[in-house]
C-alpha cells in the first residue's frame, strides 16, 4: 500500500455498540454535490461502513425449524439467503447455522440487540435445541455496491462473484485479502450490492485494502443511510 492508515481510515471506523453518528446517516461522506450523483457512485462502486447496524446469529439442531416457527422464510440449502418481509436477510450458513442481517437505521441502531438472541436464549431455556450468537462485538460489516465490483472483488478474493456466478441471495464463506469473510449478494444482475462480515479486530486494515483497490474505479465511501435507500428504497 502507497498510502499511510490515517489516510486509509478516510474518518471512518467500524462500530459494534455504539448510537449511529451523523457521518454514517447523513447524505453521503463522497465529495458529490447532488443525490444523483450519488446514485451514480452508488451504482459504479461504493463502498459503506454498516457495523452499527443489527446482526445476529443462531445455531443448532432445531434452528431452521425453530426460524420457520417465528415466521422467517428459512433459505433451504447452506451458502443462500433469503429476504424476509421486515426487510431483514436471513443467511444460512449451515444446516443449523443462520445468521440474520437487519439493514435498518433505527433509534436503537447499534445499541440494543437485535430481538433474535433473547428469542434464542429463551428457547434454549425451554429445552429447544438452538442457541443464540451474538455478532454485533463479533463482526464488523462492510458493504459494496456498483456494477464495478465483480471485478474489484476479483483482485482480492478467489471465488467468482459475477452475477451468473453468484446471483442476488448468494453466499460465500472465503478469503478477501487474506481475511475469513462471509460474501451475502443483496443487490440485482444489475447492481450488485455485497455485504461482507469479517472479524472486527481486522476492520481497519480491510477498510484501507478496499480504499486501496477502489482508486482503479474511482469508487468513493458514502454513508450507511445512502446505500440503504439505493438498495432497499
Known amino acids: 500500500m ?17 448510537a449511529l453518528p451523523a457521518s454514517l446517516t447523513g447524505a453521503s461522506t463522497t465529495d458529490a454535490s447532488s443525490d444523483s450523483v450519488t446514485v451514480t457512485v452508488l451504482s459504479h462502486c461504493a463502498l459503506a461502513d454498516m457495523s452499527a447496524l443489527g446482526r445476529a446469529g443462531v445455531r443448532g439442531r432445531e434452528a431452521a425449524d425453530w426460524l420457520a416457527s417465528l415466521g422467517f422464510t428459512v433459505p433451504d440449502t447452506p451458502n443462500t ?5 421486515d426487510g431483514s436477510w436471513l443467511v444460512r450458513l449451515s444446516v443449523g447455522e443462520f445468521l440474520q442481517l437487519t439493514p435498518a437505521i433505527t433509534p436503537d441502531a447499534g445499541v440494543a440487540e437485535l430481538p433474535l438472541i433473547a428469542q434464542a436464549d429463551d428457547a434454549l431455556a425451554r429445552g429447544r435445541r438452538v442457541h443464540s450468537l451474538p ?3 463479533s463482526h464488523a460489516w462492510f458493504s459494496l455496491s456498483g456494477s464495478s465490483v465483480p471485478t474489484l472483488m476479483a483482485k482480492l478474493c478467489g471465488v467468482d462473484l459475477r452475477s451468473e456466478a453468484f446471483p442476488p ?17 443483496v443487490g440485482s444482475h444489475q447492481c450488485p450490492c455485497f455485504h461482507l462480515l469479517f472479524d472486527i479486530a481486522s476492520s481497519h486494515y480491510l477498510w484501507g485494502v478496499m480504499l486501496d483497490a477502489m482508486r482503479e474505479y474511482s ?5 450507511a443511510a445512502a446505500l440503504l435507500a439505493h438498495h432497499h428504497g
Request: glycine content about 6%.
Open 135 to 137: 455478532r454485533r462485538d
Open 2 to 18: 502507497t498510502t499511510s492508515m490515517t489516510d486509509h481510515l478516510d474518518g471512518a471506523t467500524a462500530l459494534a455498540r455504539c
Open 81 to 85: 439467503a433469503r429476504l424476509q418481509t
Open 219 to 223: 469508487g468513493q465511501t458514502v454513508t
Open 169 to 185: 441471495g448468494s453466499v460465500a464463506q472465503t478469503s478477501v485479502a487474506r481475511t475469513n469473510a462471509i460474501i451475502v449478494n
